[in-house]
């Protein structure tokens, strides 16, 4: 499996957390959009009592591709003094927003928070790669005092994925398992898969391109093996 970060690239839906150190509403994304937290040098926070809500849009993916196994965002923590401050992370897709379970913290730990979606909990389908370039993440905060903010300083979204096997013009794979005197493979430019098992006296296999699987049975008796430039791989056994 691989795995994609992404980080906030331009402004959301949404620009709730009503103070900062750093960008104001509606660029609150330039302050969480870095790889290591800065703590409070640039901080988006709240000292509302009730949950307020920052959406950020995301950087889309380029040449990935494959079957998306989840969606997760992440964010860290901290307040501008040592009260209790609580967060959720936010994610948006297909119009409707989510915010995840509740994390209760002191200070600034800058403890980093995740919440996993294996499926897209708007249409609790697997995501699709235009689901994840569309989507908008982010973080509800509140404050205990009313006076003291809650918030976070680094907000991103990590997309695991299997990665599709692409296989491109010219030999990728040839096993052969052989009991025999004479063979010769010939394999040109454009063959994608070749398996042959033989026990044989003269066997010539040519393909040609374009040709997509060959598969040999063949009795015979000494060992000859030519690959033609564009091979990538040969697997022999030989007795």
């Excluded at 960008?23 to 709240?46: I, K, R």
């Excluded at 013009?169 to 063959?191: D, H, M, Q």
């Excluded at 898969?193 to 003269?202: D, E, G, K, M």
Aim: charged residues 10%.
């Amino acid at each position: 499996m691989s795995v994609l970060t992404i980080r906030p690239s331009a402004a959301g839906d949404e620009c709730n957390l009503g103070a900062q150190v750093g960008a104001a509403c509606p660029n609150h994304y330039q302050n969480v959009d870095e790889t290591v937290s800065d703590g409070l040098t640039t901080f988006n926070y709240t000292v509302s009592t009730t949950y307020v809500r920052d959406l950020y849009n995301f950087q889309d993916h380029t040449s990935e591709s494959g079957t998306i196994n989840s969606v997760t965002v992440k964010f860290d923590v901290g307040t501008t003094a040592g009260i209790t401050g609580y967060g959720k992370s936010a994610l948006k897709t297909n119009g409707t927003a989510y915010d995840g379970a509740e994390h209760s913290f002191v200070g600034q730990p800058w403890t980093v928070f995740s919440e996993v979606y294996n499926t897209n909990p708007q249409t609790t389908a697997a995501w699709t790669w235009t689901e994840v370039d569309a989507l908008q993440a982010g973080v509800s905060f509140k404050s205990t005092t009313g006076v003291d903010g809650s918030g976070t300083s680094m907000v991103y979204v990590e997309v695991d994925y299997s990665a599709d096997t692409t296989i491109t013009p010219t030999t990728l794979a040839l096993t052969t398992t052989l009991y025999a005197p004479v063979l010769k493979l010939i394999v040109t430019p454009s063959t994608l898969a070749l398996t042959t098992t033989t026990y044989a006296s003269v066997l010539k296999l040519a393909i040609i391109p374009g040709t997509l699987d060959l598969t040999v049975t063949v009795y015979a008796p000494v060992l000859k093996q030519s690959i033609i430039p564009g091979t990538l791989a040969l697997t022999a056994s030989t007795f």
